[in-house]
């Protein structure tokens, strides 16, 4: 089992819909949970993070956790083909001691938007 | 804020050179940084972790004598390819994260690498 999942996709939604975006993770003593935008070529990009369960919007990005589930998702409203790029779910899997805050990265899940 | 740095943007250089990259963090101190490989199309490929003033901690496979890396200041760390090859012809990333907050890492733009 790898320690963090994503569906690899391509996902294609048409613009304007809901993109929704999803990661487990193996390890029950994840702290921390990251969304980067990576388009072709370039690095990534820090979308959100979350720590607490639940919800966290910010515009039209919402980050959803759920640690009894060691779920994480990612949803983007009224999509844009500006949001086509590979999105990455990342975890720190623990904080201190020698992991130094190390993220571990799914392999990215490719979003495509159409117009 | 959270703004990092890297230069050179694009290298190319030849079999047997040795090639730096620096990475720098704009407007925070960054206590760690990390050093990325990607190859097209895969998943970025932590290669080590830097911590301002002690020595890299290395990925397993990661040759430590080959990819020198040096965090001088609590903004600059450095990434040295020793005698390069083409197979180490990759995109090369930094990630630096700040004194507190959730472990977020923000990335530098890249470096290229092309090694004939």
């Known amino acids: 089992q790898k320690e963090v999942e994503q569906n690899s996709g391509p996902l294609s939604v048409p613009e304007g819909a809901i993109a929704s975006l999803n990661c487990t993770y193996s390890?029950?003593?994840?702290?921390?949970f990251f969304w980067y935008r990576q388009y072709s070529g370039k690095s990534p990009e820090l979308i959100m993070f979350?720590?607490?369960?639940g919800d966290k919007e910010d515009g039209r990005f919402t980050a959803q956790l759920n640690k009894a589930s060691q779920y994480v998702s990612l949803l983007i409203r009224d999509s844009q083909p500006s949001d086509s790029a590979t999105y990455l779910c990342a975890v720190v899997r623990k904080a201190g001691g020698t992991s130094y805050g190390k993220l571990t990265f799914g392999q990215g899940t490719i979003l495509t938007v159409h117009p | 804020g959270a703004v990092v740095s890297q230069h050179p943007s694009r290298v190319i250089c030849k079999s047997g050179t040795s090639v730096k990259i620096e990475c720098r963090s704009l407007?925070?101190?960054?206590?760690?940084m990390f050093w990325y490989r990607q190859f097209p199309k895969k998943s970025l490929m932590l290669m080590a972790t830097s911590n301002e003033g002690s020595k890299a901690t290395y990925e397993q496979g990661v040759e430590k004598d080959k990819f020198l890396i040096n965090h001088a200041s609590l903004t600059l760390s450095t990434l040295t390819v020793t005698s390069a090859h083409p197979e180490d012809s990759s995109f090369y990333i930094c990630s630096a994260r700040g004194l507190g907050g959730p472990y977020e890492q923000y990335f530098g733009p890249g470096t290229r690498l092309t090694v004939t």
């Open positions: 407007d925070f101190q960054a206590t760690t």
């Open positions: 979350i720590y607490s369960n």
């Open positions: 390890d029950r003593g994840s702290q921390s």
